[in-house]
């Protein structure tokens, strides 16, 4: 008969193994082991030390970053899903070091160093470049809409607002006066004790969702009232530019005039913000992200109050409705530039805008920002196309290569369009469309798909990232970083290691 090798799950070690023992040489885990010894975490560790040194021991930082990494890197998201690992998984094993923090600590950890994340992306951003996976040759942009941690069905429009609000009171009312008629039923039949009864829960209910919708309300106002601020603002600054350089008196007059109702407008407004509000820091109206990003506006009327359809949602109320081929989430709008040489993210940022209008030169500010230099091409689809973005790029030090709307470039089927005339100089849309039509644009234009649009397959298909697992703005922008940086560290890991495509 065969014999069979021996197996005896009960043997216990003379002298127990090395954990750099359990796994094959090479592996991701190892890798992010050296990575996180190499990485500057004195930002993480300056917020530990803060704290009060009486109480329960922290766990290291370096080991809490080291699960994150490699829980973002083979899509392991959940804290909870990584704190069982840190039991069940030989992998989570090595880099806990025998430890298994429990979920609420590495969620906690998660939560309070989201502005540290960025810090991260840049660091392993660097140590990309260092390897040579970083040219700048060619950089391609793309927007991903990923769900946020809510649901589109906790959004509420300002006009059903006002209608719940109106049902709500009415219905607490009429539960107020029936309490009221049968404590004197009940004062008069049996003293002054009174019996049990659901009213009082009742009444809780009602008045708990009628306080959540009055300040979900009274946010929406808020927001729509920014919104119409910067309408008027960038109202009067257009008049204000006309009454400067028009060569007509009558229409710089005329402009003059209407930029001092303008602003006039807007003071006005303005006395109508909370005080809170004014301090408040996360972007409202438009107002631009910390990356220059433009951010989604509520829909407001002349006298700044939500139109009936401006919607708010109870959960995230950063998050918005965003179209996703053909269907519709509440989420936010990811951004990416990927260089072409490794496909290595160069920069990220995050906005609730649904469209990518108004993203493309924001993006090249942070590749110029994150890598020192600026792209020599850049590329994007035509949700980015603005008249006067190509003029921006250049000046910016880049060449831009930007679809002006959904016909192919390269399918080699249409005609090729005849070239600008003298009296179309000044078309932007017609010079872009004659430069990605001659070869060498085409070319250029071309690699844009296979840049940029694996990269967020590799995201959200392989390792799985569709949703984010933190609310708000900081919440999502740090996780967002976070997603990047492992992306990043993954091609780093996988690249380097052949020579052929990574020079040191």
Sequence with gaps: MKQYREWNPDQSYLFPPSPREWLPEGHLAYFVLDVVAALDLSRITAVVQAKDARGERPYSPAMMMALLIYGYCVG????????RATYE??????????EQ?????????????LKAFKGLFLQALKLCEKAGLVKLGHVALDGTKVEANASKHKAMSYERMQKEEARLRAEIDALLVRAQQTDAAEDERFGESQSEEDIPAELVRRETRLARIAAAKQELEQEALHSRMAALAEQAASNRETAESHPDEGVRHAAATNAG???QQREELSKKLDDDDKDDQTPHGGAPTDEGLPTHRVAATPEGKPTPKAQRNFTDPDSRIMERGGSYLQGY??????????QVIVAEAVTNQSPDNGNFLPMLVQVAANCGRAAMNASADNGYWQPNVEAQARAFGTEAYISTGREKIDDGKRAEPAPASAEDADDARLRMKNKLAVPAGKAIYRRRKAIVEPVNGQIKEARG????????????????????????LLKFFRLSRTPALCPV
Excluded at 89 to 98: C, E, K, M, N, P
Excluded at 333 to 342: E, F, K, P, R, T
Excluded at 467 to 480: I, S, T
């Design 76 to 83: 392991v998201f959940s804290s909870r899903r990584i704190a």
């Design 261 to 263: 109702k303008k602003e």
């Design 101 to 113: 923090p429990h979920f609420t600590r590495i969620a906690a950890f998660r939560r309070d160093h």
């Design 333 to 342: 709008n990811c951004q990416i530039a990927v260089d072409a040489h490794a």
């Design 89 to 98: 998984d030989v992998a989570f094993r090595v880099l806990a070091g025998g």
């Design 465 to 488: 990232f569709r949703h984010f697992h933190l609310r708000g703005w900081e919440g999502v922008r740090g996780e967002w970083s976070l997603v990047c940086a492992c992306h990043n």
